[in-house]
Each structure stands twice: as structure tokens, then as C-alpha cells.
T-cell receptor
């Protein structure tokens, strides 16, 4: 069990550019979640997958955001045409199907849009 | 949606002191977790505690689900305990809803 892994750890991009983040969950976990955290706030839910199916999306996930989990293993989160308001920490978590409230988080990807 | 309130928002202690952090939630929950966010941003699992009491070293937690609150106790605090403590609840078998956290500073 190597834990949840996220890459990159930090990303600085210019406004208008596209960015993609990767998350590798704990291998036996069926569920994978994406959260966003801005300074001074708690993490906010964006979306989650059960295996390869995306089952729920938050209203925070605008049409510039897309997430995939093509083979039910790793996941990617893409942000198109980044805006300064997208600057945040993007956190990935995974959990086993039968204990969905027991989530384990990665170290996050800190995005700065300049 | 469910509301999660944590108190106090900020707490400053001297090393060795004890503290209690509180989490109130507005509806019934299936699960509750306490996390410590380290200075590098990672959320470290402390307790998975939908009900009852658990202890792990100097930390313990109690959730009273019928009264919709949970408490995190830190005894003999150390400087390494500094950081933000989050309570998060799960209601619908999917997402966690987080409180805004308690920022703990332990001074030597």
C-alpha cells in the first residue's frame, strides 16, 4: 500500500492555458474523489468515480473541468482555459467501496494561475 | 445540504497543554472522519469515527451521533501537532463534507 499519489505537486500556468493533473489511488480502492481547497477553507467536493464510472459531479465543476478514470485505476483532472480563480489545491482521495466514508487523501496538486 | 461547523476556528497553546476541538453537524451522518492537514497540505487520517470513542496515543475522539457532534481531544500537545484539523462527514454514500477547520498553533 503506497498510498494515494498525485502529480505534479505544484503547477504554475498562465491564464488561458490547459492543465492536467494525475491521481493514482490505493490499488484496491474502487472509489476515487477529487476535491478543491482554497486558502483558509475546507476541501470542497468536485466529483467521484466508482471504478471507471463518474457517478456524481458538483456544481463547482464547470464545463472547463473534465475528469476521467478510463480503466478504473488512475484518474486525470483537466482544466481548460484556466482562470485566476482556479488557483487552489486539488486533492484526490480514494476509498474502498464498502466503507466509502473512510477516505485517504493524496498530497495534492497546488495550482497557481498567473 | 448538510452543514458542518467546527470550533474554535483558531487555538494557540503552550507545549504540554490539553485541548478539545468540536465538530457540530446539522443532519444524520453515515460516517465521520477527523483529519490533520500538515504544512505541506496533505490530509492525514486521524480517526474514522461514525459513533463511539477511539483513542490513538495522545489523541482521542468521541462522536455522539444522536446529538450530532464529535470531539477531538489532544493531550500533552507538541509543536508537531500544529496545523489545521478538519472534521468531515459523509451522508449519502459518496462525498465528504468538510468543516472550515481549526487552526492549531502549539508554541514551545
Amino acid at each position: 500500500d503506497t498510498g494515494v499519489s498525485q502529480n505534479p505537486r505544484h503547477k504554475i500556468t498562465k491564464r488561458g492555458q490547459n492543465v492536467t493533473f494525475r491521481c493514482d489511488p490505493i490499488s484496491e480502492h474502487n472509489r476515487l474523489y477529487w476535491y478543491r481547497q482554497t486558502l483558509g477553507q475546507g476541501p470542497e467536493f468536485l466529483t467521484y468515480f466508482q471504478n471507471e464510472a463518474q457517478l456524481e459531479k458538483s456544481r463547482l465543476l464547470s464545463d472547463r473541468f473534465s475528469a476521467e478514470r478510463p480503466k478504473g485505476s488512475f484518474s486525470t483532472l483537466e482544466i481548460q482555459r484556466t482562470e485566476q480563480g482556479d488557483s487552489a489545491m486539488y486533492l484526490c482521495a480514494s476509498s474502498p467501496l464498502m466503507r466509502t466514508g473512510r477516505a485517504f487523501f493524496g498530497q495534492g496538486t497546488r495550482l497557481t494561475v498567473v | 445540504g448538510i452543514q458542518v461547523e467546527q470550533s474554535p476556528p483558531d487555538l494557540i497553546l503552550q507545549e504540554g497543554a490539553n485541548s478539545t476541538l468540536r465538530c457540530n453537524f446539522s443532519d444524520s451522518v453515515n460516517n465521520l472522519q477527523w483529519f490533520h492537514q500538515n504544512p505541506w497540505g496533505q490530509l492525514i487520517n486521524l480517526f474514522y469515527i461514525p459513533s463511539g470513542t477511539k483513542q490513538n496515543g495522545r489523541l482521542s475522539a468521541t462522536t455522539v451521533a444522536t446529538e450530532r457532534y464529535s470531539l477531538l481531544y489532544i493531550s500533552s500537545s507538541q509543536t508537531t501537532d500544529s496545523g489545521v484539523y478538519f472534521c468531515a462527514v459523509e451522508t449519502s454514500g459518496s462525498r465528504l463534507t468538510f468543516g472550515e477547520g481549526t487552526q492549531l498553533t502549539v508554541n514551545p
